[in-house]
């Protein structure tokens, strides 16, 4: 069956092992400029702090950098994890970006730390940080802030983020658990889904079907919308392919290890001596992402397309060397018909 895909990024800004920041994040632009000359939909940035493999820690800043040098694709966070923040701030911030891009700019939110306990707590200082638990709240205060829809008894009714737009940024919700699409279900908001996290195969679907049957119309959106992000890296071969994606799999390994370092090579993961416990963890990971061919790729993307109910799907693509990123997303554009300018 042909399925009429509507494809979009979200990149975590890699950084190769002996690289530096600077190319990652120099290298997010290039590539958000590629992506819309592919004719990818919307470029989502990630926010990861302290972590030795993602320069990506201050989406609001890569987005108005990406907006500036693109024309028309929609720019956004995939996401900004809100417990970190001021719902004001955040709420002026993407008011501003949106006001230099109108109709360009999208908000993801997030309630996941990007990070470790402690660098939430450095994040938070000299505050504590904020738990899970007011994050619901915090979403609500960006939308009224958002909208000027405060309720009058609210301690902040009175103030406002400025003049705005005549709309205002698109806000989603991300996620990869029940929670988080139920509370974008009970909101009326768009709700992305993580598959790339490592839950899809096998929650997923029915996570995405919750929110769908729970899902209230509001102002911001009268049916679902869902977006599903999956981890794709595509090359001329399926063999290719598998090279190039043992980059990804091993600098995950020795990120959850403590042991990051940046991308490794497919040549440092080629002589690398996995364990046998370390090589069963990244046979798990690899099962739930799409390393192939254009025609593997598509195939598999049908498959999670029809699984999910959904042809909006953000790609992650991880590997070494950027020109093998850009040609993967090249390709998958091709495969999957999307057309470019």
Excluded at 102 to 126: H, N
Excluded at 234 to 249: I, P, Q, V
Excluded at 290 to 301: E, F, I, M, Q, R
Aim: hydrophobic share 40%; net charge negative.
């Amino acid at each position: 069956m042909s399925v009429d895909f509507r494809l979009s990024v979200v990149d975590q800004s890699p950084i190769r092992m002996e690289g530096s920041a600077a190319d990652a994040l120099n290298e997010t632009v290039e590539l958000a400029k590629a992506a819309e000359s592919f004719g990818y939909s919307r470029y989502w940035v990630a926010e990861h702090h302290n972590i030795a493999n993602f320069a990506g820690n201050a989406p609001e800043i890569l987005i108005g950098q990406i907006a500036a040098n693109t024309q028309s694709i929609s720019v956004g966070s995939g996401g900004v994890m809100l417990t970190h923040y001021s719902a004001f701030k955040v709420a002026e911030v993407f008011n501003m970006l949106n006001l230099f891009f109108p109709g360009r700019i999208e908000l993801g939110l997030g309630r996941a730390p990007g990070s470790d306990q402690v660098t939430a707590s450095a994040l938070a200082f000299p505050s504590p940080p904020v738990g899970p638990q007011h994050y619901p709240k915090q979403v609500s205060d960006v939308l009224n802030y958002l909208t000027d829809s405060h309720a009058d008894e609210n301690l902040f009714s009175n103030v406002t983020i400025g003049h705005k737009g005549e709309n205002v940024p698109s806000v989603w919700l991300l996620g990869s658990k029940y929670e988080s699409a139920f509370m974008a279900a009970q909101m009326g908001l768009p709700f992305a889904y993580a598959h790339f996290f490592g839950m899809g195969s096998s929650e997923g679907p029915l996570i995405v079907d919750a929110y769908r049957k729970n899902f209230v119309a509001s102002e911001f959106l009268t049916e679902p919308l869902v977006n599903v992000g999956v981890h794709v890296l595509c090359a001329d071969t399926d063999e290719e392919a598998k090279r190039l994606a043992s980059s990804r799999n091993l600098g995950r390994l020795f990120s959850i290890t403590g042991r990051a370092k940046g991308i490794p090579s497919p040549e440092f993961a080629a002589n690398y001596q996995y364990m046998v416990d370390e090589l069963e963890f990244v046979q798990n990971y690899a099962r739930n992402c799409v390393d192939g061919s254009p025609a593997t790729v598509k195939d598999a993307l049908t498959k999670i397309s029809n699984d999910y109910q959904t042809t909006d799907l953000s790609i992650v693509t991880i590997c070494h060397g950027y020109q093998e990123r850009e040609y993967s997303y090249k390709l998958v554009a091709e495969a999957c018909g999307i057309e470019g300018k």
